[in-house]
């Protein structure tokens, strides 16, 4: 019998991951790389992010941030600084559009009023400078993905419909539709109209504003007593 230890072997690959950990096995990506790559690929938002409270670009905080304050003594009146955080829960909240539930961080006020219109795709794609402001970035990012939903497209399709615009198109589409636009040679001479009606608006704007101007011009010069010298009489 050898009394020499035995020496153990090396580990197999499958040993050597980790069995039981409580951090991500990669390091987490910064806030701002996070945001910038979830917001690579849509529209940019008219409010950009939030530059005090970091995380409120992640979810549906509502504007909300941290509020600091004091807590006053009654007896001694002694001030003592202290914060307010947001009420923030992480919810699973039902998406018609998207037909799924989506987990999402969202203030206990928010919530609220996503129950008063009537679910989270009615209070995504509100229409009030309010809602988008209050919708932030990870609202933004929301909306977007409800957008381009077919369920919102046909909704807003509807909605065009019934305002009497364009499909598709724009407003040049929609004035050669007028027109009875069917070859290409029609097409190009309505757009040769369209940039000749253009120009003539430019001019007409050039030349009001240029009369705009000599106006003024003549009203300043009467005003300080400007006049044109005047032969002198002969003695």
Known sequence: MSLRPSIPSAPTPS?????FH??????????KSQLAHQHAKIPVYPYGPSLWYSQSNFGLYGGSRPQSGNTVSERTEIKNRRKWHPNVHSHRIWSNALNRFVRVKVLARVMRT??????????LLGEKAGRIRELGMGGWALRWRLMRTEVVKERFRAQRKQMGLPEDGGWEAMMKREAGVTGEAEAEAVERAID????????????????GIELGASQAGALTGATAEQPRPVV
């Open 15 to 19: 040993l050597l991951r980790r069995t």
């Open 22 to 31: 409580t951090t991500p096995s990669l390091p987490a990506r910064p806030a």
């Open 114 to 123: 996503i129950d008063k219109v009537g679910g989270l795709d009615e209070y």
């Open 196 to 211: 000749m009606a253009l120009k003539k608006d430019e001019r007409e704007a050039a030349n009001g504003l240029d009369t």
